[in-house]
Structure formats: C-alpha cells, structure tokens
C-alpha cells in the first residue's frame, strides 16, 4: 500500500507518526513530498530570528501526548539559556524541537523523502484531462505531478497537508520594487533594509509584531524614522501572559455536544450552547460583558493596562477559551446554517478578540517603542498605491509616503484569489477535486475525515486536505497541537479503512 503525504510540517508530521507507529502487518510505502530542505516544522517554525516569539505557553507545546513537558525539558537540556529567559519561546526552537522529535520517523526503510514542489493530484485513471464526472466505479488511487513534470503514483490515500494559503495582497501591489509581500523569513527578506528610508507595516496582528521586533531589536542602530502600523481600525487583541488559570468550571465536551445532536435533529443548537457558556461563566464568576468593556477594543491603553496588571478574571475568561480550542472544529460543523450565520453576526468578531492572543513580552516591547517615538501606529488605512519612489497610502482621507511597505495584512482566504501564487490549489480547482464554500472564501472538506468532494462525483475516498485552506470546517486550527492531531487523525482514519 502506498500513501502520500504532501507537506512534512506540523500536520504532515503528526500523520507520519501515526501511520509507523502503528504496529499493522500490511506493509506500506510512504512518500513525502516536501520542497523544502527543512522538514517535520513547517512554515511557522522554518529556521529563522530569535525575535519571533510563540504565542502559546510552552506547556502546551508538546506532541507527546504521554509526556506534556516533553518540549520544556527539551529546551532545558538543549537551550538552558533561553530556557531561563524566556517565557515564551522563539519559534525556531520550536521548529527545533519538532526536527529533533520527528527526524527518527523519516530514516524509517519505508519511508522516501522526494524534495519537489506538487503541482497536482489526479486519479490515476485521468492522467491528463479530469471529466466533469466522474463514473461510479472510478478507482480510488491517484497520480501526483511535481513541478518538474515527473508524474509518481499509484497512492491509495494523498494528504495534503499544505498549511498555509500565501499572503493576501489586498492593495495590488505585488512586484512592486520596495514592496515585501511575505515576510518571513525575516533574516532573509527583512535583514539589509535602508535604515534612512521609512517603512510602513500593513496590519497589527502576530506577524506585524513578529516584523516590529525583528527591525527594532536586530539592527544594531535606531531607525532614523519611526516604523509604522497602518491598520483599518483598531489595532490589537489581548495580552497572553505565560500562565494563567484552567480550573474554572467548564462544562463543554464531545460527550455534550453528541447529547445535544442526539436530542435536536443532529444539530447542535446555537442558544443551548451559549446558555451553557453563560452558565459556566457564571459559576466560574467570568462577566464577559465587563470584559468586553475592559478589553475589547484593543486600544494601545487596553494594552497597557493588560501588561501592568493581573486580572484574575481575564485569566479565567482566556483559560475558558484555551479549554474550548479541541471543541471549536466539532461545534463549527454541529450548528445549523442560521445558526452558524448568526454566531458569525453576533458573536464571533468578539470571540476572535479574545482567542487570538498576543504574548506579553512583545506586547511590553511595542508599548516601549510606542514611548519612545521609534514606532507609531495610524488608523484609517483605506488605500495603497505604488509610486516610483515607494507607496501612496490614503489614510482618513489623507495620503501618507513611505518607501518600504512590508505586507502582514493576513492570508489570502479565497481560492479563486490564491491560484496564481499557487498552482497546486489552481489545479485542484481547475480539475473539480475541490468545492468551495459559499463565500468562495475556504475549500470544503468531510468531517471528521477531511476528505475532498466535490458536487458531481461526491467523496473522493482518502484524498485528504489539511491546515488553513479548510479553516470554515476545522474552525480553530491555528494551533501547533490541533494541527499536529489532525494528521494523526488522518493518518488513524487511513489505518481504520485501508490497512487490514
């Protein structure tokens, strides 16, 4: 039997280790397919600068479900320096740390590395040209094509596990001279830039934090112009301090969410589960209103207050949220179509505040700066031109120059917009193996299995799609420890229905 997996990140791996660890008497065969030399970390964790910081405590980062302090003590023994200095960690140690964990699996006699970039996965039967349909007895195995040309196969089951889309490039500006669309890494794209010149930052997210600090911390002199966020509105989330407490109340679970199913039509009902929510912030004393008061808008002076202050209660409110991070997929896919429009009206934008966290060291950096006049922040971007000598951006009505702009305004959510940057994506969707959901924005896929499908054949049988381009289905999934459980979750699903 042989499986494909495309991709040897975090997902890719955590479905590698899966299928060998698994002790079945069918024999099987596992190519990978991985265009990078660096392999088992993927993209967010790619060998880089120390300045990009983790978001997630590092208790929560192990991949060894029997040991939750594996990756502690794996920085304690190999980085004693940082270990002690740092309460949350760069993400190439964790990229480290990965490599380390998951090289043993890729000496396995079974298992072949082949370094291409795929291109496009067809079942074998149609090497050239996909029908529109496909007939019912169509076998279920399928040809990979690299970007060489060179076709490989017969796969009884490909996951792809591709990870992220590319950056968005919302403004048009892509191939523009001074204009840096994907920043990362940043020793490689960020590290011999003019200091004289002024740059601007599109965004205020993890990755524009990421590129702040880089710039601030790793030239060894000030910029001569300070270094600015050009954002819609407001600018942050909410602060993550290393620690803080899991103990309060928390009713939700699988069991809850199948009860729920089971008692109304398989649905999971959008009021039932914001009354047991309610329920457990009230017993656990978390007001939601008061924080949302408190932190909700992501002022600079929310941020100041998080970072000076322990509040016991957003501690509660954010342990609540980590505790519902494994659920978010299972309650994404069990509420009704009204009910999911209305979470995504009314409660989600608020829910994302708070779940999408920013560390505390990097916060503390940035409010510095701030101070300091080496870094400025301006809301109202509605705009951005090119110019010949740099950028034009329309600010409150307004125009603002700058003669760098680095782009970390987010991925590109819509297919359709990503099949020029990627041409694995644009033949899967010029081949009908994938459908989109109904705002074009995310590629749909089964639940739990993942697989593709599409409107004219149905399933297409151990065809798996992984990581961010399913995110309207596995709701949740930027998470180190999600993303490394759904390749093992693939990877089971493998072992249950093809090896015998």
């Given at each position: 039997?042989?499986?494909?997996?495309?991709?040897?990140?975090?997902?890719?791996?955590?479905?590698?280790?899966?299928?060998?660890?698994?002790?079945?008497?069918?024999?099987l065969?596992?190519d990978i397919?991985?265009?990078?030399?660096?392999?088992?970390?993927g993209?967010?964790?790619?060998?880089?600068?120390?300045e990009?910081?983790?978001n997630?405590?590092?208790?929560?980062?192990?991949?060894?479900?029997?040991?939750?302090?594996?990756?502690?003590e794996?920085?304690?023994?190999?980085?004693?320096?940082i270990?002690?200095?740092?309460?949350?960690?760069?993400r190439?140690?964790?990229?480290?740390?990965?490599?380390?964990?998951?090289?043993?699996?890729?000496?396995?006699n079974?298992?072949?590395?082949i370094?291409k970039q795929v291109?496009?996965v067809?079942?074998?039967?149609?090497?050239?040209?996909?029908?529109?349909?496909?007939?019912?007895?169509?076998?279920?195995?399928?040809?990979?094509?690299?970007?060489?040309?060179?076709?490989?196969?017969?796969?009884?089951?490909?996951i792809?596990?591709?990870?992220?889309?590319p950056?968005?490039?919302?403004?048009?500006?892509l191939?523009?001279?001074?204009?840096?669309?994907?920043?990362?890494?940043v020793?490689d794209k960020?590290?011999?830039?003019?200091?004289?010149?002024?740059v601007?930052?599109?965004g205020?997210?993890?990755s524009?934090?990421?590129?702040?600090?880089?710039?601030?911390?790793?030239?060894?002199n000030?910029?001569q112009q300070?270094?600015?966020f050009?954002i819609?509105?407001?600018?942050?989330?909410?602060?993550?301090?290393?620690?803080?407490?899991?103990?309060s109340?928390?009713?939700?679970?699988?069991?809850?969410?199948?009860?729920?199913?089971q008692?109304?039509?398989?649905?999971?009902?959008?009021?039932h589960?914001?009354?047991?929510i309610?329920?457990?912030?009230?017993?656990?004393?978390i007001?939601?209103?008061?924080?949302l008061?408190?932190y909700?808008k992501?002022?600079v002076?929310?941020?100041?207050?998080?970072?000076?202050?322990d509040?016991?209660?957003?501690?509660r409110?954010?342990?609540?949220?980590?505790?519902?991070?494994?659920?978010?997929?299972?309650?994404?896919?069990?509420?009704?179509?009204?009910?999911?429009e209305r979470?995504?009206?009314?409660y989600?934008?608020d829910f994302?505040?708070?779940?999408?966290?920013?560390?505390?060291p990097?916060?503390?950096?940035?409010?510095?700066?701030?101070?300091?006049?080496?870094?400025?922040?301006?809301s109202?971007?509605?705009d951005?031109?090119?110019?010949e000598?740099?950028?034009?951006l329309?600010?409150?009505g307004?125009t603002?120059?700058?003669?760098?702009l680095?782009n970390?305004?987010?991925?590109e959510k819509?297919?359709k917009?990503?099949l020029?940057?990627n041409?694995?994506?644009?033949?899967?969707?010029?081949?009908?193996?994938?459908?989109?959901?109904?705002?074009?924005r995310?590629?749909?896929v089964?639940?739990?299995?993942?697989?593709?499908?599409?409107?004219?054949?149905g399933?297409?049988?151990?065809?798996?799609l992984?990581g961010?381009?399913?995110?309207?289905?596995?709701?949740?999934?930027?998470?180190?420890?999600?993303?490394?459980?759904?390749?093992?979750?693939?990877?089971?699903?493998?072992?249950?229905?093809?090896v015998?």
């Amino acid at each position: 039997m042989r499986i494909a997996i495309v991709g040897l990140g975090l997902t890719g791996s955590g479905a590698l280790h899966r299928l060998l660890e698994a002790n079945h008497d069918s024999p099987l065969q596992i190519d990978i397919f991985e265009s990078k030399r660096h392999l088992a970390h993927g993209f967010p964790y790619t060998p880089d600068a120390h300045e990009i910081l983790m978001n997630s405590s590092p208790q929560d980062l192990s991949i060894n479900p029997e040991n939750p302090n594996e990756f502690i003590e794996w920085v304690e023994t190999h980085h004693p320096d940082i270990a002690k200095t740092h309460r949350f960690m760069p993400r190439p140690i964790y990229g480290e740390y990965l490599t380390a964990k998951i090289s043993p699996d890729l000496d396995a006699n079974n298992v072949q590395v082949i370094h291409k970039q795929v291109v496009r996965v067809l079942p074998k039967q149609y090497e050239s040209n996909i029908p529109a349909s496909y007939p019912a007895n169509a076998p279920f195995q399928y040809q990979i094509v690299t970007d060489d040309d060179n076709k490989y196969g017969k796969y009884d089951a490909v996951i792809l596990a591709i990870g992220h889309p590319p950056y968005a490039d919302h403004y048009n500006l892509l191939g523009n001279k001074g204009y840096i669309h994907n920043p990362y890494p940043v020793l490689d794209k960020l590290t011999d830039l003019d200091q004289s010149k002024k740059v601007g930052i599109i965004g205020s997210g993890l990755s524009s934090i990421d590129v702040m600090r880089f710039l601030q911390l790793h030239y060894p002199n000030d910029w001569q112009q300070p270094i600015t966020f050009y954002i819609r509105n407001l600018p942050f989330t909410v602060v993550r301090k290393p620690n803080f407490n899991r103990e309060s109340p928390f009713s939700l679970s699988t069991e809850w969410i199948a009860n729920e199913k089971q008692h109304h039509n398989g649905y999971l009902p959008l009021d039932h589960l914001i009354k047991q929510i309610q329920d457990d912030f009230k017993a656990g004393d978390i007001d939601w209103h008061k924080m949302l008061d408190q932190y909700g808008k992501g002022t600079v002076e929310e941020i100041r207050y998080e970072v000076s202050h322990d509040d016991m209660m957003l501690e509660r409110l954010q342990g609540y949220i980590d505790r519902m991070k494994p659920l978010l997929a299972e309650i994404n896919v069990s509420l009704s179509r009204q009910d999911k429009e209305r979470l995504q009206r009314d409660y989600l934008d608020d829910f994302e505040h708070f779940r999408n966290q920013l560390a505390e060291p990097a916060m503390k950096d940035i409010l510095s700066w701030l101070d300091e006049g080496k870094a400025t922040i301006v809301s109202g971007l509605t705009d951005i031109s090119a110019t010949e000598s740099g950028f034009d951006l329309t600010v409150n009505g307004e125009t603002e120059h700058v003669d760098i702009l680095i782009n970390t305004a987010g991925f590109e959510k819509h297919p359709k917009k990503a099949l020029a940057q990627n041409p694995l994506i644009a033949n899967l969707y010029n081949d009908n193996l994938i459908t989109l959901d109904d705002g074009d924005r995310f590629i749909q896929v089964t639940w739990p299995t993942s697989q593709l499908f599409n409107q004219y054949y149905g399933v297409f049988d151990h065809l798996y799609l992984l990581g961010y381009w399913i995110f309207n289905t596995q709701f949740g999934n930027n998470n180190a420890g999600i993303s490394y459980r759904s390749g093992q979750k693939v990877a089971q699903h493998i072992l249950d229905t093809l090896v015998q």
